[in-house]
Nanobody
């Protein structure tokens, strides 16, 4: 069982910033595309951002382009999601995910974290 551990969520005012972190086992991290998803109350889980195993390619949902930035730090087996200009509609449980592929896409992820709450107040 691959364990992905998220951290960094919380409550922030609209316009503020948060950085989410997700640590993965080294064997998984070094060979996987990593991604972030979110699920708001009453809605389906949606793709937010993804980064290739090398860090050379990224992909974002249109709703977060220019505000959110995904990165990875191999020395710490950690992927980050820097969220700027947060809006109330960004409120959701955010999930880290890993995909056993070098190709970054918006679906077909194999491993998931437990999720972490992000709440943006207006």
């Amino acid at each position: 069982q691959v364990q992905l551990v998220e951290s960094g969520g919380g409550l922030v005012q609209a316009g503020g910033s948060l950085r989410l972190s997700c640590e993965a086992p080294e064997r998984t991290f070094s060979s996987s595309t990593m991604g972030w998803f979110r699920q708001a109350p009453g809605k389906e889980r949606e793709f937010v951002a993804g980064i290739s195993y090398s860090g050379g390619a990224t992909l974002y949902a249109d709703s977060v382009k220019g505000r959110f930035f995904i990165s990875r730090e191999p020395a710490k087996n950690t992927v980050y999601l820097q969220m700027n200009g947060l809006k109330p509609e960004d409120t959701a449980v955010y999930y880290c995910a890993a995909r056993r592929s070098i190709v970054v896409i918006k679906s077909s992820y194999d491993y998931w974290g437990q999720g972490i709450q992000v709440t943006v107040s207006s």
